[in-house]
């Protein structure tokens, strides 16, 4: 059973910034789709970046291309979420998630793709 722990969410004022870390139980996070999602109140959770292999093979929502970025530390079994020019939409639980086994091609973004997830960090941007 894989586990994550996200943290690193808060409370931001409008323009500022946030690097969420979601530390997995997994060896070789190298080898798995890594993904960050988020979901607003009434909203659907959509996923806000994923990365694939190395740091290079990533993918982003268009709302968040140029604020966001993803990337991970191997040696720590831990990805993160730079997240900058913070705007008051951006506010949301935001879940780390793992897909189902090492080897994928491509990157995932859909929810359902996913299998391990973690609990969640409340980030909440302030106008």
């Known amino acids: 059973q894989v586990q994550l722990v996200e943290s690193g969410g808060g409370l931001v004022q409008a323009g500022g910034s946030l690097r969420l870390s979601c530390a997995a139980s997994?060896?070789?996070?190298?080898?798995?789709?890594m993904g960050w999602f988020r979901q607003a109140p009434g909203k659907e959770r959509e996923c806000v970046a994923a990365?694939?292999?190395?740091?290079?093979?990533?993918n982003y929502a268009d709302s968040v291309k140029g604020r966001f970025t993803i990337s991970r530390d191997n040696a720590k079994n831990t990805v993160y979420l730079q997240i900058n020019s913070q705007q008051p939409e951006d506010t949301a639980v935001y879940y780390c998630a793992v897909a189902p086994a090492p080897g994928y091609s491509r990157v995932l973004v859909h929810s359902t793709e996913y299998k391990y997830w973690g609990q969640g960090t409340q980030v909440t941007v302030s106008s």
């Open positions: 990365i694939i292999g190395s740091d290079i093979n990533t």
């Open positions: 997994i060896r070789t996070v190298s080898s798995y789709v």
